[in-house]
């Protein structure tokens, strides 16, 4: 624990999305309303949750696990990993009443404090939106690092709709990003099943949510 706890802070002291997060952690929530229904839409398609061992990557303030914890079923265990610890503080008590044991860690997804296959489902809830492509890959690779043979992630991120308006809604995020303020990381994705799959994995489930923050869900497969 020490040792993961002295990564992340490292990381954070180089890595001004980890950061950003940090310092906004008091208020995240407050675009929360616009990301249930997609966190929804992620927990419908996850898969079995009864037994499972969970572990949510850059859990922020917890939303993704208490939508699969309120599917009423009972995991083996749940385990909430991110490098800003006020993040991690909030997502503690969101989830605090899980009906399992409940592990909390300080610690970057490209360099997970977790040992092999420990889990059989990592959720990553509003995270590939916002790396670059080499830090995405680092990202996916260890999520398949950790998860067991067959087992399964669950993915949402900011994404856009097809063809032409999905052209139109990511340039629209690139000017904004462009014009400054308080915007970050790479913008919504023209299809995240296509980057898990380029990342290793076997897509199995797609859910778009259109609205004012467009997003889309993914479930897919470790090979």
Do not use: K
């Not at 208490?66 to 006020?86: I, K």
């Amino acid at each position: 624990m020490t040792g993961s706890t002295t990564g992340a802070a490292a990381a954070r002291a180089g890595d001004p999305l980890a950061a950003y997060f940090a310092r906004h952690a008091g208020s995240y929530d407050r675009q929360l309303w616009l990301e249930r229904p997609a966190l929804r839409a992620a927990a419908s398609i996850a898969g079995p949750l009864d037994g499972a061992r969970i572990v949510d990557v850059a859990a922020g303030t917890g939303a993704l696990a208490r939508a699969l914890l309120d599917r009423g079923r009972r995991p083996a265990s749940l385990t909430l990993v991110d490098s800003a610890p006020a993040m991690l503080a909030r997502a503690h008590d969101r989830v605090a009443h899980a009906p399992c044991p409940l592990v909390v860690l300080e610690g970057d997804a490209r360099a997970l404090p977790l040992p092999d296959r420990c889990a059989d489902l990592v959720g990553m809830g509003f995270l590939l939106h916002l790396l670059g492509a080499e830090d995405r890959a680092a990202v996916l690779d260890e999520a398949r690092r950790v998860l067991a043979t067959g087992g399964r992630l669950v993915a949402v991120a900011h994404a856009s709709p097809r063809g032409v308006a999905g052209v139109a809604h990511r340039a629209l995020w690139r000017s904004l990003r462009a014009g400054g303020g308080d915007v970050v990381g790479g913008g919504p994705m023209a299809d995240v099943g296509a980057v898990l799959e380029a990342g290793g994995l076997r897509v199995e489930a797609v859910r778009r949510i259109p609205g004012a923050y467009w997003c889309q869900a993914v479930r897919a497969r470790s090979r």
